[in-house]
């Protein structure tokens, strides 16, 4: 009999990550869920800079009424929030989820991220 290997759709990784999924939701993987949580951060504004294709994602207080609530999974896991319109905004036209790694910005408690051009609607 001839085996099959079974290539895994997801990869676990150590370093802050932020995926991005077709239907507007932004996954935040556990390195990000700890340093979130570490910096107590439960609301962020998400900050765009078309010019240079990066995002952020920026903890803000609560009452904030550009505010999204960040939901961590018990564990620590994994995060999540809702930002269709957000997603809409900046143009983002990927088939399926995408991970894009983080940097993390303790002074300003903030990640960082560049979007890949292939996936955003050009004007």
Known sequence: MAYEVFKRTGVRVEVPALSITADGRMVINAAAARLLIEAGVKSVLLLWDKTNRRMAVKATHK??????????????????????????????????????LATWNAKEKMFELTLPEKYLRSD
Do not use: Q, T
């Open 63 to 100: 009452g904030d009424k550009n505010a999204y609530a960040v939901s961590v999974s018990p564990g620590k896991h994994s995060g999540s929030l809702r930002a269709k319109a957000f997603v809409a905004h900046i143009g983002w036209r990927a088939p399926r989820r995408e991970m894009l």
